[in-house]
């Protein structure tokens, strides 16, 4: 089992900056990736920004330039910097993790979620 701890969310002005934290606790050795999604009102959840196979970084088109994910192995915690926000980033932002299980298996695991309006 994984926890996934959210934090950092607020209210923000057009053209400023967030820092999104997730600090992942419990089978956390087992976690095969992490990534930030969002869900704004009457859409679908999209993914925002993760890493992929290489060590990659990748990012939703409307956000890259802007957002930068990191991570801090040490504290098994994810971060997202939001510079430069704009109204269109106005959502509830979700950490993810997938535990990789026995065999094939894998598990999905989601925060609580938090609240990023960005409004002047």
């Known amino acids: 089992q994984v926890q996934l701890v959210e934090s950092g969310g607020g209210l923000v002005q057009p053209g400023g900056s967030l820092r999104l934290s997730c600090a992942a606790s419990g089978s956390v050795s087992d976690i095969s990736s992490m990534a930030w999604y969002r869900q704004a009102p009457g859409k679908e959840r999209e993914l925002v920004a993760t890493?992929?196979?290489?060590?990659?970084?990748y990012y939703l088109d409307s956000v890259k330039g802007r957002f930068t994910f990191t991570r801090e192995n040490a504290k098994n915690t994810i971060y997202l910097q939001m510079n430069n926000v704009k109204p269109e980033d106005t959502a509830v932002y979700y950490c993810n993790a997938i535990e990789q299980g026995a065999g094939d298996a894998q598990y999905i695991y989601w925060g609580q979620g938090t609240q990023v309006t960005v409004a002047s």
């Open positions: 890493i992929r196979s290489g060590n990659r970084n």
